[in-house]
Nanobody, 122 residues
Framework: QVQLVESGGGLVQAGGSLRLSCASS????????MGWFRQAPGKEREFVAT????????YDVDSVKGRFTISRDNAKNTVYLQMNSLKPEDTAVYYC???????????????WGQGTQVTVSS
């Protein structure tokens, strides 16, 4: 089993920044690709970014390119999502997930955190 706990969410004005963290415990963190997803009220959970086991490969969705950066520190068992130039449409609950491959659908991931709320005011 893998336990994931997100932190770092909050309320920020448009144009501001937040850094989300996701701490992992249980099985070996470096054995898993990691992903970030988000879910806004009334919408389906959507993919945001993913990073391979070593961190050598990353991929993010077009809507966040150039603004969000995913990274990981395997020594600290933590994955991060640096979010800059935030927009009101980024408002959502953000979830981290662990899986065998760095996919961009929720079906690639077996373990999920409880989520952290990000609210961007205009």
């Amino acid at each position: 089993q893998v336990q994931l706990v997100e932190s770092g969410g909050g309320l920020v004005q448009a144009g501001g920044s937040l850094r989300l963290s996701c701490a992992s415990s249980g099985r070996t963190f470096s054995n898993y690709a990691m992903g970030w997803f988000r879910q806004a009220p009334g919408k389906e959970r959507e993919f945001v970014a993913t990073i391979s086991r070593t961190g050598a490969r990353t991929y993010d969705v077009d809507s966040v390119k150039g603004r969000f950066t995913i990274s990981r520190d395997n020594a600290k068992n933590t994955v991060y999502l640096q979010m800059n130039s935030l927009k009101p449409e980024d408002t959502a609950v953000y979830y981290c997930a662990a899986g065998e491959t760095a996919g961009w659908t929720r079906y690639s991931y077996n373990y999920w955190g409880q989520g952290t709320q990000v609210t961007v005011s205009s």
